[in-house]
């Protein structure tokens, strides 16, 4: 999946939070495979106490955070002069609790 096409999950979600399973690379290579963020898609999300925050890569508070926070691919990545970003997206589902 593209950044695009997460997106498009996020928006038709259906829930408070979701879940995003990404790899994150550095240099061309996964360094951190199966790593989770979170995007809050409620602005009050009632499960919000049920996160812990270190088991995440990262928490957005909006698609939008989402769409500016999260660098996707290499060539991104050095555009913006960032070490780490999402080489590949895999998964999109509902956040439950981290408990």
Same mark, same amino acid.
């Given at each position: 999946?593209?950044?695009?096409?997460?997106?498009?999950?996020?928006?038709?979600?259906?829930?408070?939070?979701?879940?995003?399973?990404?790899?994150?690379?550095?240099?061309?290579?996964?360094?951190?495979?199966?790593? #989770?963020?979170?995007?809050?898609?409620?602005?009050?999300? #009632?499960?919000?106490?049920?996160?812990?925050?270190?088991?995440?890569?990262?928490?957005?508070?909006?698609? #939008?955070?989402?769409?500016?926070?999260?660098?996707?691919?290499?060539?991104?990545?050095?555009?913006?002069?960032?070490?780490?970003?999402? #080489?590949?997206?895999?998964?999109?589902?509902?956040?439950?609790?981290?408990?």
């Amino acid at each position: 999946m593209n950044k695009q096409e997460v997106i498009k999950k996020l928006e038709s979600a259906g829930c408070e939070i979701a879940e995003v399973i990404c790899d994150i690379s550095r240099n061309g290579s996964v360094v951190y495979p199966d790593e #989770s963020i979170l995007v809050q898609l409620e602005t009050e999300p #009632s499960n919000d106490g049920l996160i812990k925050r270190q088991k995440h890569w990262t928490v957005c508070e909006s698609i #939008s955070d989402f769409k500016a926070g999260i660098v996707y691919g290499e060539r991104e990545a050095k555009e913006t002069y960032c070490k780490h970003y999402v #080489s590949n997206f895999k998964e999109v589902r509902e956040f439950k609790t981290d408990f």
